[in-house]
């Protein structure tokens, strides 16, 4: 699936900069998304997925949602910066424990869960995951080249969706498929995933990480959460707890408090 999903977005952001008369096969992109696309969806993301089949979501939720912090600690040309405003480095952490009390009840039963023998292995496997989206978008912050942001994204997807094809070969994933079993809910899915997930959301993120401070584009980790908890009120009829609530505004209070901390900085230097 990750190969199916990146590779195809891609392919398709590659050849719409294409039509559009961009030089798509430029080298001052290739090696650089190559970079990018192994650590943020290939280590990053397929850690995710590997991870998924074997503890509770609400455990990979909550481990996902470190990267914030990891991405103050990796960025160290910022450090005389994140570390001097303390603002920041509380919105981090109370956001964290946000996330920790938006998911509280189902961390309580989830702990339980999932398969001992696979256990330890996922939560390492999630915290290089994390550890490694982080850093991934900061060398794409710092060596991205310029210019568009589209052709590199294509080429961050492509690089990565190719990473998880030897991966699929070595399990023998092709051979054991049954591909009439899908569904067409499941590849409707897929599709949502390639061009919301990847072509819109991913090409917004790695845009982002060019425009604005890393601090800033790091707290979509914890936005994440709050919308899916949202979602499942609105579209699956989810009741949501009086802790849920607490969690909900613990989060969308760390992320304004980190927003405005950025914000304030320009103000004052215009």
């Not at 290739?30 to 970079?35: G, K, Q, T």
């Not at 990565?160 to 569904?183: D, H, K, M, N, Y």
């Amino acid at each position: 699936m990750g190969f199916m999903r990146f590779v195809t977005a891609g392919l398709l952001l590659l050849g719409w900069c294409a039509i559009r008369g961009e030089k798509v096969l430029d080298r001052a992109y290739i090696l650089p998304s190559a970079v990018t696309g192994f650590m943020l969806l290939f280590v990053g993301n397929g850690a995710v997925i590997w991870a998924e089949q074997y503890i509770p979501s609400v455990i990979v939720a909550i481990m996902v949602s470190s990267s914030p912090i990891w991405f103050v600690l990796f960025d160290r040309s910022k450090w005389s910066i994140n570390f001097d405003t303390p603002s920041t480095i509380i919105g981090l952490l109370i956001g964290f424990a946000g996330v920790i009390l938006l998911f509280w009840n189902q961390l309580s039963g989830g702990l339980s869960g999932g398969s001992d023998q696979h256990r330890l292995p996922a939560i390492l496997l999630l915290l290089l995951a994390s550890m490694s989206w982080s850093a991934g978008s900061l060398y794409s912050k710092y060596n991205s080249k310029g210019g568009s942001a589209a052709i590199s994204t294509g080429w961050q997807m492509l690089f990565g969706g190719l990473a998880f094809l030897p991966g699929s070969v070595i399990l023998q994933e092709w051979t054991t498929i049954s591909w009439s079993a899908v569904s067409f809910e499941a590849w409707s899915s897929l599709v949502y995933l390639i061009l919301m997930g990847s072509i819109a959301a991913f090409s917004a993120y790695v845009w982002l990480l060019q425009v604005r401070p890393t601090t800033q584009v790091s707290t979509y980790a914890y936005v994440n959460p709050v919308i899916a908890v949202l979602l499942g009120v609105f579209f699956g009829n989810e009741s949501v707890s009086a802790i849920q609530i607490v969690g909900l505004a613990i989060i969308l209070g760390s992320v304004l408090l980190i927003n405005l901390t950025k914000y304030r900085g320009v103000f004052k230097r215009s």
